[in-house]
Nanobody, 123 residues
Framework: VQLQASGGGLVQAGGSLRLSCTVS????????MGWFRQAPGKDREFVAQ????????KYAYSVKDRFTISRDKAENTVSLQMNNLKPEDTAIYFC?????????????????WGPGTQVTVSS
């Protein structure tokens, strides 16, 4: 299983970015997908997750009402729409796949990880 994220970049505070993560092979159907982020010198932290079957989503308090996670079953992709970005959102963002339901807010619950994409928000 391979995950490849894209869509990172540099944006001013208040701006928006959309991250996408493609999961391959197509035959792989995750239980859920998650987004995490890691800022320099900090631990990797939970951002959002989505249950593949019904789209049930959960968010970290710090991004709730600003970020939206979604999935496209036909394309095997998960996306993270990030609005009203703040400098504290600056981090490397990672997508992760949970194959058996052990996910949620903890990195240990995910089996596969993408290489990450940089998001930088300037003030």
């Amino acid at each position: 299983v391979q995950l490849q994220a894209s869509g990172g970049g540099l944006v001013q505070a208040g701006g928006s970015l959309r991250l996408s993560c493609t999961v391959s092979p197509r035959a792989f159907v995750p239980y859920g997908m998650g987004w995490f982020r890691q800022a320099p010198g900090k631990d990797r932290e939970f951002v959002a997750q989505i249950r593949w079957s019904d789209g049930l989503a959960k968010y970290a308090y710090s991004v709730k009402d600003r970020f939206t996670i979604s999935r496209d079953k036909a394309e095997n992709t998960v996306s993270l729409q990030m609005n009203n970005l703040k400098p504290e959102d600056t981090a490397i963002y990672f997508c992760a796949a949970d194959s058996i339901g052990g996910g949620s807010r903890y990195t240990s619950g995910y089996d596969y990880w993408g290489p990450g994409t940089q998001v930088t928000v300037s003030s």
